[in-house]
């Protein structure tokens, strides 16, 4: 309930950092203008980002016969940002500039059933190395990695509670990553890193409350409310690939039965085209990414049973969709991850057509579902965000300290 | 996006007023270290409350040999509030001094079919009158009318959006009551009512996260979020009642099939009891309170058909609640309004067991599933408390413009 001064700075300075990145060089000026901040408040939150180093001064614009402004942009290169998409098939590892454009990228594949906590983690040290290595950055500059894993995570002691597709249960994954990797290390969930990926970069920034569906293997809703990220009180909102679609419907790995997972997940499409054309060759029962790409080339083809399978997938997804729509009346709501990037627009056309059998006229008129606009992998940017604000919670927890003990030292 | 220091401010008023609401009297001291907001701001925001009228200074208590601590308290007889619950089948008016204690009630009963809007501010007109002279205050002491009407509102326009039990389109419900009604109105609906009641006064107040389930005629869920009421983009939030639980199962008014509402509100438990025992003496086919009355007996003397539909309506209810616990992991789920009252504790025990067969294991530990423990009717005291928030916000302004003419004056 603690809703102190200190919560509103953070909030107000990653609103400032969000605005800078988006739009740089800018002023102070247009800062407050979009921001909403005073230019009293936006000129001390730059003051102390220029002190971290993450921005810099690039000189001085006209203002029509005005003092001239100074203009303030990212100090791309004042640092570096690792960001870690653990998914169930792969791991996949990104470096940023501090203006979170990808420098370097490394994949490794995970072979079906190679799910041990020590296998993960050798494949995420190999491909951070990689990163480093191919992008020529010092260790010191790496200000941290953001990691994400599927499933339930305690972000606090770095644990992953519990993720269903590979009955993973309270593994330590933080220490045991700490031991082969130096730099500081943030956890979190697809989910969320999609959440704040959407909030900092993507189609939520500005919005006032937006929903990013998440479909993969496993699906979610992470929640951006109020301009912050939802969390829920134990770091565990935005299950809503867990919520009864078909009450005794399908059975879930989770144990319960009609999750909107099991219809709308990947293996769940699988299912959808199984149940309708057995021995299509749309279907390779080993391989989710195929299958998905034969329907997403099935569709551009107009291929019956594709367009079918899609339909009945954005009838469930439309139900589901619907359901965040009534419940939450978000100003958007995003589509994002693999399956929604491989089924694109025409999965984007069916759903909306579905949402609006299901929802009520009047969150239905104040939403908008669109596809995430985020080119690059969202997950992995979402957790290099996840490492950027622990990065810059920490550097600004440090500079109090330093001002504290100057403070002392005078007494 | 304008998270301004007004917005914080208003925030840490309320939270100030309710904490001493809830304990009266009470030092700055003592609210400093409920709310977690320092000393100071707490004296800037007792002192803006004493100079409304709001608080009163109610003498001095030791403090264990330092200065004594001047203790304040809620100037109860510093004005009235009026809460208006419209109901599917009746209208309850409730007036209330400042400290939210009840002072006078009228109910009015509506009959089958009585539903159009000039009836219906017929009926609050009349209890609005009724209260004023059982309690005896004079008109200017009443602050201000809330007024809960199921389904949509706007709140800014005071337009009835969408009724669904009553068929009600684009009411200009504010402008008819306005006709006879002189004092300040503010509009909303019960879901809201139910969950700003808990926030101030009852299960939710003091938690970060909590969901106020309505259960009566029509069904919600009040969304608490971080402290303060998540309305929503177009304030149409907490619409769960119009969420699927059984994929192409009953026909709800809303025009979907399968809704939450369509199992667990009123009408829906006599559903549930017509499929199971069509000729049941609990049954009393034109009224939905007898039935559900009947039914809460009938549990209570171990009747096996009235056992069985509260189970199975648990059921429902149990998946349903499950659903906004994997979403929103919120702290406190509550149950209110008229159903959950007179099913009580029986319905609460079943709804428990059956969110935990269908809840993940992380939200539900987080959870807690409990019954109002507001004793009066919580839409009218959540009504009430919408006016007290409506006063306090208009007599701050009528402030701060009366200061800015006093600096404008010295200029």
């Not at 997804?317 to 965040?324: E, H, N, R, S, T």
Request: hydrophobic share 45%; charged share 20%.
């Amino acid at each position: 309930m603690k809703r102190t001064s200190r919560d509103i700075r953070t909030a107000n300075r990653y609103e400032v950092l969000r605005q800078i990145i988006a739009e740089s060089p800018t002023s102070r000026q247009e800062l407050a203008a979009a921001t909403g901040l005073s230019l009293a408040t936006v000129a001390t939150l730059v003051g102390e980002l220029l002190d971290l180093g993450l921005l810099t001064e690039v000189g001085f614009e006209d203002s029509a016969g005005g003092r001239p402004r100074g203009l303030v942009a990212v100090n791309a290169s004042g640092g570096a940002l690792i960001g870690v998409d653990i998914a169930e098939t792969y791991v996949r590892v990104e470096l940023f500039d501090l203006a979170l454009n990808v420098l370097a990228r490394a994949d490794e594949d995970m072979r079906p059933g190679e799910s041990r906590p020590a296998q993960v983690v050798g494949h995420v040290a190999t491909a951070v190395d990689s990163v480093v290595a191919q992008a020529g950055v010092e260790c010191a500059r790496v200000l941290g990695v953001g990691v994400s894993v599927p499933g339930q995570v305690d972000r606090a002691t770095g644990i992953a509670e519990y993720a269903p597709n590979w009955d993973w249960h309270d593994v330590p994954l933080l220490g045991l990553l700490s031991e082969q990797i130096s730099h500081p290390l943030y956890l979190d969930n697809p989910l969320r890193a999609c959440a704040v990926a959407e909030l900092w970069f993507g189609a939520a920034r500005g919005r006032g409350d937006a929903v990013v569906v998440n479909l993969g293997t496993g699906v979610g809703a992470g929640l951006a409310l109020g301009g912050g990220l939802h969390r829920g009180v134990s770091n565990s909102a935005g299950e809503w690939g867990h919520t009864t679609l078909v009450l005794d419907g399908r059975l879930c790995h989770c144990g319960n039965h009609g999750c909107v997972e099991t219809y709308v997940g990947a293996p769940g499409i699988m299912l959808n085209l199984r149940e309708l054309s057995p021995r299509s060759p749309l279907l390779h029962p080993e391989d989710q990414t195929a299958t998905i790409d034969a329907l997403a080339r099935g569709v551009a083809a107009q291929d019956p049973v594709a367009v079918k399978v899609v339909r009945d997938t954005a009838r469930y997804l439309g139900a589901g969709i619907a359901d965040l729509v009534n419940l939450l009346n978000p100003e958007v709501v995003v589509l994002s991850s693999w399956v929604a990037a491989a089924l694109g627009e025409p999965l984007l056309e069916e759903v909306r057509e579905a949402v609006a059998r299901h929802a009520l006229q009047r969150p239905l008129a104040a939403t908008e579902i669109v596809l995430s606009p985020i080119p690059t992998d969202p997950v992995c940017l979402g957790a290099a965000t996840f490492a950027l604000e622990g990065a810059l919670s920490s550097i600004t927890q440090k500079a109090n300290q330093r001002s504290n003990r100057r403070t002392w030292s005078k007494q």
